[in-house]
């Protein structure tokens, strides 16, 4: 398997541009998450699905984030319009469905992730 | 109040010598999972070790140990025999409740293997 697979692995716009961040998750997998590392903050989750829903997107900064995932094996983040406090390393990574128990084990397989540089 | 901490910004050890990376949690829910991620500066996040929290057992990967200390809500990960290549920021993470939630990340350790 390709693992997940993140475009473009580097981005650099101007603020007030759109940005687009995709993901294609591995093939199977029934979770995806969004996740967004910065200096200051760390590793934050940003975002994820299941079975193509969203969950819970508590940890979308903004309107100006949305995040879509319109089939199994496709999302997107979209920052529009982009700032550059936005400059970050995006992460994609998914995971599988286990049954709830009492010590699930579902590893979460990440990207390689996509750093993005706003102007 | 953070949900993850790991108090060693940065730690440095000698080629060989065991490492002791400390993580303590914080959470309500008796059921939970604990992670260790490794991202070497190539910047990729690496799955290293889990811990359920009804697990009876000290998760072990190799030369990664996981020291679970319930009570004390710690999970600090053992690197026995560290090697060069094991110099990387590692993250301690969490996901409350069973299932597949997203993960709480604590702000990293940064290692640095000397020769």
């Known amino acids: 398997d390709a693992g997940v697979i993140q475009s473009p692995r580097h981005e650099v716009t101007e603020m007030g541009q759109e940005v687009t961040l995709r993901c294609k998750p591995i093939s199977g997998h029934d979770y995806l998450f969004w996740y967004r590392q910065t200096m200051m903050r760390g590793l934050e989750l940003l975002i994820y699905f299941n079975n193509n829903v969203p969950i819970d997107d508590s940890g979308m900064p903004e309107d100006r984030f949305s995040a879509k995932m319109p089939n199994a094996s496709f999302s997107t983040l979209k920052i529009q319009p982009s700032e550059p406090r936005d400059s970050a390393v995006y992460f994609c990574?998914?995971?599988?469905?286990?049954?709830?128990?009492?010590?699930?084990?579902?590893?979460?397989?990440f990207g390689p992730g996509t750093r993005l540089t706003v102007l | 109040a953070q949900k993850i901490t790991q108090t060693q910004p940065g730690m440095f050890v000698q080629e060989k010598e065991a490492v002791t990376l400390d993580c303590t949690y914080d959470?309500?829910?008796?059921?939970?999972?604990l992670f260790w991620y490794k991202q070497p500066s190539s910047g990729e996040m690496i799955f290293l070790i889990y811990q359920g929290s009804y697990d009876q057992q000290n998760a072990t990967e190799g030369r990664y140990s996981l020291n679970f200390q319930k009570a004390r809500k710690s999970a600090n990960l053992v690197i026995s025999a560290s090697q060069l290549g094991d110099s990387a920021m590692y993250f301690c993470a969490m996901r409350e409740g069973g299932g597949a939630d997203g993960l709480t990340f604590g702000k990293g350790t940064h290692l640095i293997i000397q020769p």
């Open positions: 990574a998914s995971s599988e469905q286990v049954p709830k128990t009492n010590s699930s084990y579902n590893e979460q397989f």
């Open positions: 959470t309500s829910d008796p059921s939970y999972g």
